[in-house]
């Protein structure tokens, strides 16, 4: 074999060892390419099912307490002239009404001296009165039951749960909460700080016990006072339980 023949011979070996090596790295390439491929599909995938698993979160009523019937049959003992439908009318009204006040940002706020305490009045007023505060639009309702009931000598206390969807302005995103409202029964001070009381209409005592049925001066029958004209909101926030 002459000289030039392994001459060639040798540059057809290099050329060969460039073209594998070449080879060897497309194939590394390749295979990155198609691993990359892989990664990326799985990552489509997890997203797609948070965005599914969010999807199904913004339109999924939060879950309420299902102890109803105990604090109805407690409630109903102490004060058996108590309506809780119409109680569950009048705080779906008041959640409504009160989150188009806020979004309002409505400085009067008379028409719920009938429905709120004074003191939760004038908490809604301050509130509403800042302007750089988050409000809240397409507020909707989905369920309200009796989460919780307490009873003092001075004050009887129904805690009601809601389901409630909204809009917050500061995030324009559907969004579902719990909220509690605090509906109770007490004695309220009026405006110059006397103290009301209901008036024993046979000995004309005062009677300034919570609930009471019968007058401790002449043991005579106390009429029941209706419970729109008793029973008022004193405190509405939000349920993080």
């Not at 040798?10 to 990664?39: D, Q, T």
């Not at 108590?82 to 705080?91: C, D, E, Q, R, V």
Request: charged share 25%.
């Amino acid at each position: 074999m002459d000289q030039e023949t392994i001459k060639l011979i040798i540059k057809l070996v290099i050329v060969l060892i460039v073209i594998g090596a070449i080879y060897a790295v497309y194939v590394k390439i390749r295979a990155s390419i198609r691993k990359v491929k892989r990664s990326l599909g799985q990552i489509s995938e997890v997203m797609n099912t948070i965005k599914a698993a969010d999807e199904e979160q913004m339109h999924t009523p939060k879950t309420l307490s299902g102890v109803e019937s105990i604090h109805l049959k407690r409630i109903m003992k102490d004060f058996p002239e108590f309506n809780p439908s119409l109680a569950k009318t009048y705080i779906k009204s008041f959640v409504n009404e009160y989150f188009a006040a806020m979004k309002a940002h409505r400085t009067d706020l008379s028409d719920f001296e009938d429905t709120c305490s004074r003191q939760f009045i004038e908490l809604m007023a301050a509130q509403f009165a800042d302007t750089a505060s988050t409000t809240y639009s397409q507020v909707k309702v989905h369920k309200l039951v009796i989460s919780d009931y307490k009873k003092t000598n001075d004050e009887a206390d129904i805690y009601f749960q809601l389901a409630l969807q909204y809009v917050p302005s500061s995030t324009n995103r559907l969004t579902q909460e719990k909220y509690t409202v605090t509906y109770s029964y007490f004695i309220e001070t009026g405006a110059q700080g006397e103290m009301a009381s209901i008036i024993c209409s046979h000995c004309g005592a005062p009677i300034n016990t919570l609930g009471a049925k019968v007058c401790p001066y002449c043991d005579s029958a106390v009429a029941a006072v209706s419970v729109d004209r008793t029973w008022k909101v004193t405190d509405l926030r939000r349920t993080t339980y």
